[in-house]
């Protein structure tokens, strides 16, 4: 693959050497890099030798005289500098397989790769890693590495992925271990299949692995409206989340006394469908699994009870409207109170959108599209303002997944619509119009 220059750095390196857009790398120190890692570790030298060629096919060689981790300053089009790996297993709970036709086509790309794991933090099964991408992980020491488990037992794990070489996961994670490769992990439970004694079971394999193996997630599994011809699996109900929540504390009190950490953390949805308050702060170990949903809503309230309290209230007017999915809204209604303790004269009216574009079983507000918040919004009071979290909206563009855009939105409700980011600060600061 060729490594074509898609921007360069104003006042960078690769800008005082003249290199442009539509230019392509072809080696550094001669040796072509494979992806962003070799990139990036040929380029940790003070004087390197670059490969630039031309668009009329004219190569340059340019040395470079640097400091050791200073970068040249250029941007490739495929951030890789390599193709992406799709996922090659048909896991029973696949979120992709449950989305309609028709939208946008890189919702259903699965990737599986070792390097947007490290780089973004995307989760991996480990089962399209080859002898030579794991030595390249231990290599390179990437870490943190993140690991999708299910289930240890090798015949349960070929079943849940339906791949037959599923199985060797436990060989993989104790050979990044034993390489000291930090790794954090998950479990997506589904019910009647991977849960019960199955679940303890995965717990007790994990622990071996501590503590390179920093944290385990165990969440339940998403199922949307749209699962014909797929494994039938059905929602927990409560009395099933007690027990899961009952299994996770027990292990949890176990790893506290013997290890000084928590190690295997319930997702925020347990808690909820269990009826049970969310534990307290120090139970997470410092949110290691924050993206995967655990600890979110513990940790918007301390963030917003800090930050209230450094304020000094007034009696602005102001009138706004919170839209949020059925997960979050009875918390954002209690923040949106204590807002209004210190700011009386600041109305917030926050309203549970239900997701009837995937099914009423999907609950989190980061799968709400813009046709539900459009159909359950019109009509309605919402005020001077619509606020909508950013997790609604694809990472790089203001667009919900249904690919309507927030302008749209503003069209369609005639209101000015804003979008909080995640922390407690901007959710008071967005009320507030600061």
């Known amino acids: 693959m060729e490594h074509i220059v898609s921007a360069v750095t104003p006042g960078s390196i690769a800008e005082e050497m003249e290199i442009e857009p539509g230019d392509v790398l072809v080696s550094v120190n001669g040796q072509e890099p494979e992806d962003v890692f070799d990139y990036r570790y040929l380029?940790?030298?003070?004087?390197?030798?670059?490969?630039?060629?031309?668009?009329?096919?004219?190569?340059?060689?340019?040395?470079?005289?640097?400091?050791?981790?200073?970068?040249?300053?250029?941007?490739?089009?495929?951030?890789?500098?390599?193709?992406?790996?799709?996922?090659?297993?048909?896991?029973?709970?696949?979120?992709?397989?449950?989305l309609p036709k028709g939208m946008r086509d890189t919702l259903y790309f699965k990737d599986d790769d070792s390097r947007l794991s490290f780089l973004q933090g995307n989760y991996l099964t480990l089962t399209n890693m080859s002898e030579h991408d794991l030595e390249k992980i231990i290599y390179y020491k990437l870490s943190p590495i993140n690991i999708s488990f299910q289930a240890t037992n090798p015949e349960l794990r070929c079943k849940m992925l339906h791949n037959r070489f599923a199985g060797d996961v436990m060989d993989k994670v104790r050979r990044l271990k034993e390489a000291g490769i930090m790794m954090n992990g998950q479990i997506v439970l589904c019910r009647g299949v991977n849960d019960g004694e199955e679940l303890d079971r995965s717990i007790r394999d994990l622990v071996t692995l501590m503590p390179e193996l920093q944290s385990v997630s165990v969440v339940p599994v998403g199922l949307t409206r749209y699962r014909d011809g797929l494994y039938p699996l059905e929602p927990f109900t409560k009395e099933d989340a007690c027990k899961v929540l009952d299994l996770i504390h027990s292990w949890q009190e176990k790893l506290l006394?013997?290890?000084?950490?928590?190690?295997?953390?319930?997702?925020?949805?347990?808690?909820?469908?269990?009826?049970?308050?969310?534990?307290?702060?120090?139970?997470?170990?410092?949110?290691?699994?924050?993206?995967?949903?655990?600890?979110?809503?513990?940790?918007?309230?301390?963030?917003?009870?800090?930050?209230?309290?450094?304020?000094?209230?007034?009696?602005?007017?102001?009138?706004?409207?919170?839209?949020?999915?059925?997960?979050?809204?009875?918390?954002?209604?209690?923040?949106?109170?204590?807002?209004?303790?210190?700011?009386?004269?600041?109305?917030?009216?926050?309203?549970?959108?239900?997701?009837?574009f995937f099914g009423g079983k999907i609950t989190v507000a980061g799968l709400l599209t813009g046709q539900d918040l459009v159909k359950q919004l019109k009509g309605k009071d919402l005020g001077e303002e619509l606020l909508l979290s950013i997790n609604m909206l694809k990472s790089d563009e203001p667009i919900f997944l249904d690919d309507m855009t927030v302008e749209q939105l503003q069209t369609a409700l005639q209101i000015k619509v804003s979008i909080v980011e995640s922390s407690g600060n901007d959710f008071v600061n967005c009320i507030l119009n600061e």
Request: proline share 4%; with cysteine.
């Open 43 to 98: 380029m940790n030298e003070e004087e390197v030798l670059v490969v630039i060629r031309k668009p009329d096919g004219e190569e340059w060689e340019l040395e470079i005289e640097k400091e050791y981790e200073d970068d040249l300053g250029m941007e490739f089009e495929n951030g890789l500098m390599d193709d992406y790996r799709s996922c090659r297993n048909k896991c029973m709970f696949c979120f992709i397989d449950q």
């Open 257 to 356: 006394k013997e290890y000084g950490t928590h190690f295997i953390h319930a997702g925020d949805e347990w808690y909820i469908l269990a009826e049970r308050p969310m534990p307290e702060e120090t139970t997470y170990d410092g949110y290691l699994q924050l993206e995967n949903g655990v600890g979110m809503v513990r940790l918007l309230k301390e963030e917003v009870d800090a930050y209230l309290k450094k304020l000094p209230g007034d009696d602005r007017k102001r009138r706004v409207t919170i839209a949020t999915g059925e997960l979050a809204a009875p918390y954002l209604r209690e923040h949106a109170a204590s807002i209004q303790k210190k700011y009386p004269g600041v109305e917030v009216q926050v309203i549970t959108v239900k997701n009837e």
